[in-house]
T-cell receptor, first 114, second 112 residues
């Protein structure tokens, strides 16, 4: 079974703090993704990575950065957390360079910024 | 613009009745379509996908989906709903460049 794990299920941070969300997958997948999930908006792509040290902006990258130093690990960084970044964050991974592979998701991190 | 739409925020169905969760899409080129399910406090789980071939795709937990090219739809179906099917369902379409876009989600309530 593919396993995608995220470092925290729930996180509470203060405005202005730097926040790190970690994601690890154990299936040697090339591609990794960070989404945020908000009611009525579905999932929106923040950043993705198709290889170690490679990253691409998604649809809503502002206020976020990422790091992928190892193939199995993909980190999302909130440089200076703001209340509008309160959300559910989902990490996902999949393999290959073709479009027909489904994504495997972690359990999510519910982040609250106060 | 490429997009995916789930026109219903919520679908209510009685246990044992058939269910349909609707999805329409707009992409350039051949569509690669997916359905995912999210149970409470869990991440998304893959249900099924359409890549090519038969228009009726079978997936996990007795779900199936019908691809209709002329109507640009990919509706999720199940012949007999279970209470345990109550969850949030997302339709998704691959748009190129490693990216997939997701619909807003449809919450399914199955009443006993």
């Amino acid at each position: 079974d593919v396993k995608v794990t995220q470092s925290s299920r729930y996180l509470v941070k203060r405005t202005g703090e730097k926040v790190f969300l970690e994601c690890v997958q154990d299936m040697d997948h090339e591609n990794m993704f960070w989404y945020r999930q908000d009611p009525g908006l579905g999932l929106r792509l923040i950043y993705f990575s198709y290889d170690v040290k490679m990253k691409e902006k998604g649809d809503i990258p502002e206020g976020y950065s990422v790091s992928r130093e190892k193939k199995e690990r993909f980190s999302l960084i909130l440089e200076s957390a703001s209340t509008n970044q309160t959300s559910m964050y989902l990490c996902a991974s999949n393999r290959g360079r073709v479009p027909n592979y489904e994504q495997y998701f972690g359990p999510g991190t519910r982040l609250t910024v106060t | 613009a490429q997009s995916v739409a789930q026109p219903e925020d919520q679908v209510n169905v009685a246990e044992g009745n058939p269910l349909t969760v609707k999805c329409t899409y707009s992409v350039s080129g051949n569509p690669y379509l997916f359905w995912y399910v999210q149970y409470p406090n869990r991440g998304l789980q893959f249900l099924l996908k359409y890549i090519t071939g038969d228009n009726l795709v079978k997936g996990s937990y007795g779900f199936e989906a019908e691809f209709n090219k002329s109507q640009t739809s990919f509706h999720l179906k199940k012949p007999s709903a279970l209470v345990s099917d109550s969850a949030l369902y997302f339709c998704a379409v691959y748009t190129g460049g490693f990216k997939t876009i997701f619909g807003a989600g449809t919450r399914l309530f199955v009443k006993a």
